[in-house]
């Protein structure tokens, strides 16, 4: 029933730690902007805008899609603001895209930002209400137990995450958006590195960037027309469970599951591994890869530290993941999701530069939030579906 | 299009201060007596989608304890805008269009009264440039009434009777929080507030959440007698910017209305979502609303204001006249932004 839609522009800002040049709306014009370009479109041939980001404290404004109106063309258009905790920007596209397949629109501009210099996350993540106990913990001290519980039931090896850390900065020195370029990233840098929440290490840690990711989805009809090659939007899928409740495994949750079942079934994919070119995952703590191959259904039970250790997920391996250095080398949060849509998309349409897989033509975008309950996931292929 | 309708429709009473509960906990029983209303108390819903703010519970992914009131498992294929529960309703519309659900359930909630509302929407401001001076949301609102009013573009008195007749309508509903029988002249000795507004002519702050159920085709026909078909819904965002925009008429609305085929007949009731009097009146005069539509029969926003949640309400107050036979075309509407700077104009027919 539903359309055909398909990804015909994309625009990424230059991720770093602080974009001081610009403001809020600078910056994600200046995404929106080169989506466009590359879409081959204007202004005006966008019928409506969707933006996601993180939490508005982040910045410290409410609703900023209110005061972004004109710096993303939407003034007397539709405009949407998702949030989805962490899994936004994965949301964001999941909901543009979903508005060209409901036949609503034609053309749809999605654009996902965070400016963390412009406030403090871990504080925003922080606040201690009256009714309710403070984990008071940020991201990291939230995840390090989840990690801890899959080193215990997986018998992984310890030095799974260096590898990991390691693997995903090295891809970055091949994607020049990225934030951290770091050329002498090494084993034993990242295992000297200091421990911050154990067992997770500082260079083991995303880091906290500027920078903003915009898309363009188009119907059929318009994405035909396009002289660039087209990414079109295969299955797309999301899940939520709540953040606690008795019988809960929050290592693996059962969203995560059903959430990969479900998006292959609509994708048509029986063997994930095989059938799946490459992978964008969200991975904002390097343990998380092993984590997600096995919460995405890509390997067995407590066998994901494998595909690590093995050299599967390097760039090229069998299963190559996070191309383009992944949320642990650029992470404007409400962004670091549709950052994982959009290179998934560059990937099938063969324009990811020195960090391209060769002939890849079916990828995963993948993005996950909250306290690991939060999934959004889509298949994005070369060709039509 | 794809036959969606509005089934079913449930809402905490409005409240000034809820003393004892926080958001999901004024949340939970609003979705359980949904749920229990349709029987719906096993059965999963294809699609969920909320709308909420953090910075009214002052706490980030606040929306996220909202999931505790859908219950733990199955985790639900569910999404959530940072918006009034309106624009979550046209998210799942949406997600139904491309065949993606047949039924849906959407809420909204918010507990405003932990902070001081005003002030906490200067936040919504420019950062750089307005937010610094803590315009507060009542002076943005009198700004644009005393624009219409040096223009001889409403008077002072018929804001006044805006007020008089939805706190009488209110009467009827057992959720409103300001209702009674006023006089306009009564009123207008009343001290202004922010000049030339005075208490009647603002919405109260309202704690509260309410929910709503969408389903699809012969699934709606199964849930209701007598379904509030959605025969359009759609929504614009103007700029922000006060000095950019024409703050005598709500011209977003205006566009939002004609795309929704608001003027394809005519309207018996509508609802409004309108925060001050005087933007009751530039949207009723927006959406082209005459003599023959009874305007806010729930009492409308101006007597129950429970921001994230106000605009949902509007469709499930509008869909029930539907339902009970009282309306056979109806059309509700949501507002957000400072003076009236995003509209969504749904229209529903039995």
Known sequence: MAELCGVIGIGQTKYQSARKDVSMPGLVREAAERALEDAGCTWRDIEAVVIGKAPDMFEGVMMPELFLVDALGGAYKPMLRVHTAGSVGGSTGIVAASLVQAGVHERVLCVAYEKQSESNATWALSIALPFSVATVAGAGGYFAPLVRGYIRRSGAPEDTGIRVAVKDRQNALKNPLAHLQLEDISFEKVANSPMLWDPIRYLETCPSSDGACAMVFASERVADRQSKPVAWVHATEMRSEPTMFSGRDQVIPRATLDNAASLYKKAGITKPREEIDCAEIYVPFSWFEPMWMEGMLITERNEGWKMTYEGATALDGDFPVNMSGGVLSSNPIGASGLIRFAESALQVRGLAGAHQVDGARRALGHAYGGGSQYFSTWIVGSAKP | ?350
């Open chain 2, 1 to 350: 299009m794809r036959e969606v309708a509005v089934v079913g429709f449930t809402q905490s009473p409005c409240m000034r201060r809820e003393p004892d509960r926080n958001e999901v906990e004024i949340l939970i029983p609003v979705i359980h007596e949904l749920r229990k209303s349709l029987g719906f108390e096993k059965e999963s819903f294809d699609f969920v989608c909320s709308g909420s703010s953090d910075y009214l519970a002052g706490q980030s992914f606040a929306f996220v304890s909202g999931l505790d009131a859908i219950g733990a498992w199955p985790p639900v294929c569910e999404s959530h805008v940072e918006m009034d529960g309106a624009w979550a309703l046209y998210e799942a519309w949406v997600k139904m269009q491309m065949g993606y659900a047949d039924t849906a359930l959407v809420y909204g909630f918010g507990k405003p009264s932990m902070g001081d509302l005003p002030i906490t929407m200067a936040l919504q401001l420019d950062p750089y440039v307005n937010t610094p001076l803590w315009p507060d949301a009542i002076s943005l609102a009198a700004l644009q009434a005393r624009l219409l009013l040096d223009a001889g573009l409403v008077t002072e008195r018929e804001m006044a009777e805006h007020a008089v007749r939805d706190r009488k309508n209110a009467k009827r509903n057992p959720f409103a929080q300001v209702k009674g029988d006023f006089q306009a002249a009564s009123l207008l000795k009343k001290p202004k507030l922010v000049s030339p507004l005075r208490q009647h002519d603002c919405a109260p702050i309202s704690d509260g959440a309410s929910a709503v159920v969408l389903a699809a085709g012969d699934r709606a026909r199964e849930l209701a007698k007598r379904p509030a078909w959605i025969r359009g819904i759609a929504h614009i965002v103007e700029p922000q910017e006060l000095g950019v925009r024409d703050l005598t008429r709500s011209r977003s609305t205006e566009l939002a209305a004609a795309r929704a085929g608001i003027w394809k007949g005519a309207v018996d009731v509508a609802e409004l979502s309108a925060p001050f009097t005087h933007q009751e009146i530039l949207v009723e005069r927006a959406l082209g609303l005459g003599a023959k539509t009874r305007i806010n029969p729930s009492g409308g926003a101006l007597a129950g204001n429970p921001l994230m949640a106000v605009g949902l309400s509007r469709i499930g107050e509008a869909a029930r006249r539907i339902w009970d036979g009282s309306a056979s075309r109806a059309v509700a509407h949501a507002t957000s932004g400072p003076c009236l700077q995003q509209n969504l104009v749904c229209v529903l027919e039995g």
